[in-house]
């Protein structure tokens, strides 16, 4: 295969090992003309240099992703384009763990209050790893709060699972 100038080997069933992405539908049909170099081999007009890795999980079912965020992110839009769904999920679990990493790391932004909060505000600034600097809105959390805090919280994980 010819990927954006690079060449890849590899075994139909290997393309197969997602059904559903277009590397699966392309390894079920021969080439057309149209769509092989001038050495006969099926070309696909997509930047390469991710292409490795992407084999490399269709083979394994897993791979080393990149250290970088601008590679990821160029990893997770192939994965996109290629339909190959259980690298997607990979790349955005990785993302999110990296995510809540850093937010549990100390990398806390400081936000003062100047008002009262609804209990959804509250939440929504405390699950955004900020600090709320107003005694009230502590002490609105921590006692009569509680009991409408743990709904919404319930309400915003079942929200959030739905993005990884």
Not at 54 to 77: H, K, T, V, W, Y
Not at 121 to 128: K, N, S, V
Request: net charge positive; with cysteine; glycine share 6%.
């Amino acid at each position: 295969m010819n990927v954006g100038g690079s060449l890849f080997v590899t075994y139909r069933q290997t393309l197969a090992a997602e059904p559903h992405s277009l590397l699966a539908r392309l390894g079920q049909h021969s080439a057309q003309p149209d769509t092989t170099d001038q050495n006969g081999n099926v070309f696909i007009d997509r930047d390469g240099s991710q292409f490795r890795l992407i084999l490399n999980f269709l083979r394994d079912g897993s791979c080393c992703l990149p250290s970088a965020d601008q590679a990821i992110e160029e990893l997770l839009i192939e994965a996109q384009h290629y339909r190959v769904l259980g690298l997607v999920a990979l790349i955005n679990t990785h993302k999110a763990s990296k995510a809540r990493h850093s937010a549990e790391s100390g990398s806390m932004r400081y936000r003062p209050v100047r008002k009262s909060l609804s209990f959804k505000e509250c939440f929504t600034i405390l699950a955004g790893t900020s600090i709320v600097a107003t005694a009230t809105s502590v002490v609105v959390l921590t006692a009569a709060a509680l009991p409408e805090m743990k709904e919404i919280y319930k309400l915003e994980m079942k929200r959030m699972d739905r993005w990884l």
